[in-house]
C-alpha cells in the first residue's frame, strides 16, 4: 500500500477572526452591514457639503462665492484655477483669501 505524505488541499468554509469563528456567509453579512454603514457616512457629507456652497452663497460676494466652490468641488486650487480659467495665481489667491474672510465674519 502507497499512501501519499501529501494531504490533498480542502476547502472550509469556516476562518478564525480574532478568536471568533465566521463562515464565509457572516463574512458577508459584515460586508454588507460596512457599505450600508459607509452609503450613509458618505449622503451625510454629501449633505455637510451643501450646507456649507448654501452659507458659501449667502455670505460672500459672486466672485468670491465662485472661486470658493470651485475650489471645494475640486482635488487642488491649481485645477480650480483651470476650471475658473483664472491663469494668474495671486488673482486667484487674492479672490480666495477675500472670500475666506468674508466666511470667518460670520463665524
Same mark, same amino acid.
Given at each position: 500500500m502507497n499512501?501519499?505524505?501529501?494531504?490533498?488541499? @480542502?476547502?472550509n468554509?469556516m476562518?478564525? !477572526?480574532?478568536?471568533?469563528? =465566521? $463562515?464565509? #456567509?457572516?463574512k458577508?453579512?459584515?460586508?454588507i452591514v460596512?457599505?450600508?454603514?459607509?452609503s450613509?457616512?458618505?449622503?451625510?457629507?454629501?449633505?455637510k457639503?451643501?450646507?456649507?456652497?448654501n452659507?458659501?452663497? @449667502?455670505?460672500?460676494?459672486?466672485?468670491? !462665492?465662485?472661486?470658493?466652490? =470651485? $475650489?471645494? #468641488?475640486?482635488?487642488?486650487?491649481?485645477?480650480?484655477?483651470?476650471?475658473?480659467?483664472?491663469?494668474?495665481r495671486?488673482k486667484y489667491?487674492?479672490?480666495?483669501?477675500?472670500?475666506?474672510?468674508s466666511?470667518?465674519?460670520?463665524?
Amino acid at each position: 500500500m502507497n499512501r501519499s505524505l501529501i494531504k490533498s488541499p @480542502q476547502w472550509n468554509d469556516m476562518s478564525v !477572526s480574532g478568536g471568533v469563528r =465566521k $463562515t464565509q #456567509e457572516d463574512k458577508n453579512i459584515d460586508a454588507i452591514v460596512k457599505t450600508d454603514y459607509y452609503s450613509k457616512q458618505i449622503e451625510e457629507l454629501k449633505r455637510k457639503k451643501e450646507n456649507m456652497i448654501n452659507i458659501i452663497i @449667502q455670505n460672500t460676494g459672486l466672485c468670491e !462665492s465662485h472661486v470658493l466652490i =470651485k $475650489t471645494i #468641488e475640486s482635488e487642488d486650487s491649481y485645477q480650480a484655477m483651470e476650471k475658473l480659467d483664472i491663469g494668474n495665481r495671486n488673482k486667484y489667491f487674492k479672490i480666495l483669501n477675500d472670500g475666506k474672510k468674508s466666511l470667518e465674519l460670520i463665524l
